[in-house]
């Protein structure tokens, strides 16, 4: 006897799955904002021993501290990440034709740039103060707009070059380099003082949260 074949279930759709990832983001996010704004112990005791404990090595490591500083300053800053966008985006109208796509790509950029100004302004969380900063930063501190826009940019040019099938070698590289400076913007950011491990966390989860939304959005829409 041959037994019935069963149709494995369809996978879901690429829409689908970025709406609900965008959700599950964005509602982990909206959860971490809340915590923020309610003082919650735990995550302010976390937070103390994190900033004091990075904080006392900055000090003691003073090469260390100018190599973040010249990371966080000139190689992971929110102009030349909105920079790299802006490249990204004339290669796609000069060598792809891709108008629409570029324009979805600037524009979700300056969204990234409007939603955490508003929300920094919403929060008004205060940065560390230090009696000896290595550092200084400016506006609020939740949530952080360096790791923020840096997942952003990264998060849409990675989904850009698979969409445009690039060479394998290049798309390793682009992951590697992508991995490296998302998580290391964030980490020079809790070296340098400025920000609380937090910020970081949340800078990471809505900038992925506004990633998966603007996937969904170009996805659906998309002439």
Not at 110 to 138: E, N
Request: hydrophobic share 55%; with cysteine; net charge positive.
């Amino acid at each position: 006897m041959h037994s019935p074949s069963v149709d494995s279930p369809p996978a879901p759709s690429p829409y689908r799955t970025a709406l609900r990832a965008a959700l599950a983001l964005g509602l982990s996010s909206l959860l971490l904002m809340l915590l923020v704004l309610a003082e919650w112990r735990p995550l302010m005791s976390v937070d103390g021993d994190i900033a004091r404990t990075t904080h006392r090595w900055a000090v003691a490591d003073p090469d260390v501290t100018q190599v973040c500083r010249v990371l966080t300053d000139w190689v992971w800053d929110p102009l030349v990440m909105r920079l790299l966008c802006a490249v990204v985006a004339v290669w796609l109208v000069w060598r792809r034709g891709a108008w629409w796509t570029a324009a979805w790509l600037v524009t979700t950029s300056a969204v990234g740039t409007v939603v955490q100004q508003v929300m920094k302004a919403a929060v008004g969380r205060a940065r560390p103060v230090w009696p000896d900063p290595v550092d200084s930063a400016h506006y609020a501190a939740y949530p952080s707009g360096h790791a923020l826009t840096a997942v952003v940019a990264l998060g849409l040019v990675l989904w850009i070059l698979r969409r445009e099938s690039v060479s394998p070698a290049l798309w390793r590289a682009a992951v590697a380099v992508a991995a490296v400076s998302a998580v290391g913007v964030g980490l020079t950011r809790i070296w340098l003082g400025v920000h609380w491990a937090s910020d970081v966390l949340g800078g990471w989860l809505l900038g992925a949260a506004l990633v998966a939304l603007a996937i969904a959005a170009h996805i659906r829409w998309r002439p």
